[in-house]
C-alpha cells in the first residue's frame, strides 16, 4: 500500500528557510491531493497546505505568505518551503495524501520533528 | 485556538461508551464532512471515521461518528486500553478555503 515519508533537517535557525520533501512509494502521486500538516510539541493538528499533482496549490492563510509547496512527479514527491521561521515553527511536520480537495487524510507519514533553534 | 472546539479532555473505565463532540459553524461542519483522526502516543494520527460516520477498513465498529448542524460526536463503545490516545476532529472551511482541526481529545481509559 501507499507509504509517505518525511526528510530533511531536523534543526533550523531562527530567520531561515525550512525545507522538507515527502516521497510517495507504493503508489503513484498523480490524481490525488497531498498535504502538510505541523503539530507542535504537546499540542494540535494544524494544516499547512496542499498541492495537486498537476501543482496547483491552497494554503493556509495564516501561513501563506510564507509558505511554498511544490511537486516533482517524476520523483514522485512533494516539498515544503517555510520561510522566516521563528521558535513558534518548531513542530513534527506530517505529509498526508486525500484524493479530493475536502476529502481525507490517508495514509500520513510518520512524521519528522523540525525545531528552530540558533 | 482552533476554528474547531473539542473537549480538551475524556475518560472512561472499560467496557464504558464515551462520546466526543465537535462543534464548527456554517463554514466548515456545516457545510462539509467531517473526518475524525486518532494518534496513538508517539506515533502519526491515523484516520479512524471519515465522511461523517464511515469507517475505513480495520476500524472496529466500536468507532461511530455522527454528524448534525453545524455538530459532529465520536462515540466509542467498549472502551478498551488500547484506545487511550488523542482524537481530532476535521472539516473543509469554505470561508478559510483549507482544513480545520479542533484542538484533540486525550481520551484516559481508567
Known amino acids: 500500500q501507499v507509504q509517505l515519508q518525511e526528510s530533511g533537517p531536523g534543526l533550523v535557525k531562527p530567520s531561515e528557510t525550512l525545507s522538507l520533501t515527502c516521497t510517495v512509494s507504493?503508489?503513484?502521486?498523480?490524481?490525488?491531493?497531498w498535504s502538510w500538516i505541523r503539530q507542535p510539541p504537546g499540542k494540535g493538528l494544524e494544516w499547512i497546505g496542499c498541492i495537486y499533482y498537476s501543482g496547483s496549490t491552497n494554503y493556509n492563510p495564516s501561513l501563506k505568505s510564507r509558505v511554498t509547496i511544490s511537486v516533482d512527479t517524476s520523483k514522485n514527491q512533494f516539498s515544503l518551503k517555510l520561510n522566516s521561521v521563528t521558535a513558534a515553527d518548531t513542530a513534527v511536520y506530517y505529509c498526508?495524501?486525500?484524493?479530493?480537495?475536502?476529502?481525507?487524510?490517508?495514509?500520513w507519514g510518520q512524521g519528522t520533528l523540525v525545531t528552530i533553534s540558533s | 485556538q482552533s476554528v474547531l472546539t473539542q473537549p480538551p479532555s475524556a475518560s472512561g473505565t472499560p467496557g464504558q461508551r464515551v462520546t466526543i463532540s465537535c462543534s464548527g459553524s456554517s463554514s466548515n461542519i456545516g457545510g462539509n464532512i467531517v473526518n475524525w483522526y486518532q494518534q496513538l502516543p508517539g506515533t502519526a494520527p491515523t484516520l479512524l471515521i471519515y465522511k461523517n460516520s464511515q469507517r475505513p477498513s480495520g476500524v472496529p465498529d466500536r468507532f461511530s461518528g455522527s454528524k448534525s448542524g453545524t455538530s459532529a460526536s465520536l462515540a466509542i463503545s467498549g472502551l478498551q486500553s488500547e484506545d487511550e490516545a488523542d482524537y481530532y476532529c476535521?472539516?473543509?472551511?469554505?470561508?478559510?478555503?483549507?482544513?480545520?482541526f479542533g484542538g484533540g481529545t486525550k481520551l484516559n481509559v481508567l
Open positions: 476535521a472539516a473543509w472551511d469554505d470561508s478559510l478555503n483549507g482544513w480545520v
Open positions: 498526508a495524501r486525500s484524493q479530493w480537495l475536502a476529502n481525507w487524510f490517508d495514509p
Open positions: 507504493g503508489g503513484s502521486i498523480n490524481n490525488y491531493y
